[in-house]
């Protein structure tokens, strides 16, 4: 029988009791953007809860055990002399701003459209088949958009673009744009506002993204020159495209190889690939931290399930290697893969 060492014990138990809160606190987190209460304290300075509760239109007495948690947690900030919350402005960026680069509540659909699929999940577990992503809870498709939204209004168009081989130029005199797994929409709209001479066709199987994507579309006033089609990686329609996007999705699918082959034959000569993957060490123990451990969360339920939903099932998961990614242009006959550039969160690579 194995020594249970008390003090290691006592301090996984507490590492389990903080991810339980934590689990709670994403409910408190969506509750609070949902409900208006983080835009009613956002630059409000001090406030008590009943304060809280009137700019928010909602009842004082959920409202102060919501601050409550919240003041727990480190996102707010409770001052027992004058018995006041605060959102502070660092807060504020993350949990009030939409525009912000990080703001991040609406992802907590994410892991609650688990949840409701958890029964699907156990039933993959156990034989090996795959979880199809038009199968899934409607909160995983607007949760997953809009946790992406932040990222590429921060990046793509300043950062992401640049770093791509003349690839800017091309879009701002005039280019064809392919986006393959465009969901919702968002990074196709980004380019198309930012490059108005280029016009632009995003992909995806997923009809009700693709409505959704068509609709913001022509909110936008970009209905003549965008256009949003239902159509897989392996069949999207058109030829010389000079920039095809893959934005967090080629790990998604069950043949990547497959559509790197078809994206091949649909690129006009002199043509771009930008791959956009989560970021990833090459190997499994340098991934071993809070962003791997997120990453290797959504792999586990969204990822591999759906790949392995498609024909070939190769299911790469988004912690791929760099080496791997390379070896599947290699395969659909691209001459050349590099990685263009990066952040904490984001791998880009260029192939042509």
């Known amino acids: 029988m194995n020594t249970i060492d008390q003090e290691q014990l006592d301090a996984f138990v507490q590492q389990a009791i903080g991810d339980l ?4 606190g994403g409910v408190m987190v969506s509750l609070g953007h ?3 209460l983080y835009r ?13 509760a009137e700019r928010a239109a909602c009842a004082e007495r959920y409202v102060r055990e919501w601050l409550n948690s919240q003041a727990a947690g480190g996102y707010v900030v409770y001052d027992a002399a004058r018995d006041t919350y605060e959102l502070p402005p660092e807060q504020a960026m993350v949990l009030a701003d939409e525009d912000s680069p ?13 949840w409701f699929d958890e029964d699907r999940m156990l039933h993959a577990f156990r034989t090996g088949d795959g979880v199809a992503w038009n199968d899934r809870h409607r909160s995983l498709s607007c949760g997953n958009a809009a946790f992406f939204r932040a990222p590429y209004r921060a990046n793509l168009v300043s950062a992401w673009l640049p770093a791509l081989d003349g690839v800017v130029e091309k879009l701002e005199r005039g280019a064809r744009v392919a986006d393959v797994g465009c969901g919702h929409g968002h990074s196709t709209l980004l380019m198309a506002e930012a490059f108005p001479n280029s016009r632009f066709a995003g992909f995806d199987p997923h009809g009700d993204s693709i409505a959704v994507a068509t609709e913001s579309a022509r909110k936008a006033g970009l209905a003549d020159r965008v256009n949003f089609e239902s ?5 999207y329609p058109g030829r010389d495209y000079d920039l095809v996007c893959f934005f967090d999705c080629l790990h998604d699918l069950g ?10 034959e649909a690129l006009a000569p002199g043509g771009t690939v930008m791959l956009v993957e989560p970021f990833a060490h090459d190997t499994i123990e340098d991934n071993l931290n809070v962003i791997g451990r997120l990453f290797y969360c959504g792999s586990t339920t969204i990822c591999c399930p759906h790949s392995l939903s498609e024909e070939g099932g190769m299911a790469l998961g988004n912690q791929a290697p760099a080496g791997r990614l ?3 242009f290699e395969e659909a006959g691209f001459g050349s893969f590099r990685r263009a550039t990066e952040n904490p969160f984001n791998r880009i690579f260029e192939a042509r």
Do not use: C, L, Q, Y
């Not at 190889?257 to 091949?264: F, L, N, P």
């Open 34 to 36: 949902k409900s208006g």
């Open 255 to 264: 043949d990547p190889v497959g559509a790197a082959r078809h994206t091949r």
């Open 21 to 24: 809160a934590a689990g709670f």
């Open 326 to 328: 390379a070896k599947i």
């Open 231 to 235: 159509s897989t990686a392996r069949t």
């Open 102 to 114: 990080v703001f991040i509540p609406p992802a907590w659909d994410v892991p609650a459209s688990v």
């Open 40 to 52: 009613a304290m956002r630059d409000a300075g001090p406030m008590t809860a009943g304060e809280v």
